[in-house]
């Protein structure tokens, strides 16, 4: 499935953990491609209150998957360990990252770039709109009034 890495990879000799709040058939899959290509392992998230106290003594970074972004920077606030937003209902920033990358590869630059977003105003959207401004990508959106993303701002 993957091959091994040639160049060091960031997280050698550090313990990470992916968490979820439930099982899900895409996350069971890529749970054992996260553990064979990057030796992630992967815990669902039970009862977060107990969750986030042990966080900390057991690994070295979190990647945390969740429904409501209130509950990520509640982990954020009570770990002393960096975690990582792996999605939320606000934001998805790693699908981000892999589209901008995707993009980069394609034309060769991104600031200047005009992208069309045409779907729901969405977590996916949201990122998306943090990262063009950033990067210097033009974005021109079209979405149904009843997919407004305008309670998060």
């Known amino acids: 499935m993957c091959s091994k890495r040639s ?32 030796c992630l392992s992967c815990n ?6 107990t969750t986030r106290g042990v966080l900390s ?6 990647l945390a998957r969740v429904y409501s972004h209130a509950t990520l920077e509640e982990l954020d606030r009570e770990a002393s ?5 792996g999605l939320s209902d606000l934001y998805h920033p ?10 980069q590869e394609h034309y060769g ?6 992208v069309s977003w ?8 949201h990122s998306f709109m943090m990262t063009a401004a950033k990067l210097g990508v033009h974005l021109k959106v079209a979405t ?10």
Not at 57 to 62: A, F, K, T
Not at 81 to 85: L, M, Q, R
């Open 109 to 114: 630059y991104l600031s200047g770039l005009t």
């Open 81 to 85: 360990i960096p975690i990582i937003n």
């Open 7 to 38: 160049a060091p990879f960031p997280f050698t000799g550090k313990t990470t953990r992916v968490i979820q709040p439930a099982r899900e058939e895409k996350a069971d899959a890529s749970k054992q491609t996260r553990k064979e290509c990057y």
């Open 144 to 153: 149904p009034k009843v997919c407004l993303f305008h309670h998060w701002f």
């Open 44 to 49: 669902f998230l039970g009862d977060l209150y």
């Open 118 to 125: 045409i779907g729901d105003g969405n977590n996916v959207l």
């Open 57 to 62: 003594g057991l690994c070295n970074i979190v």
């Open 94 to 103: 790693i699908q981000i990252l892999a589209d901008f990358l995707t993009l």
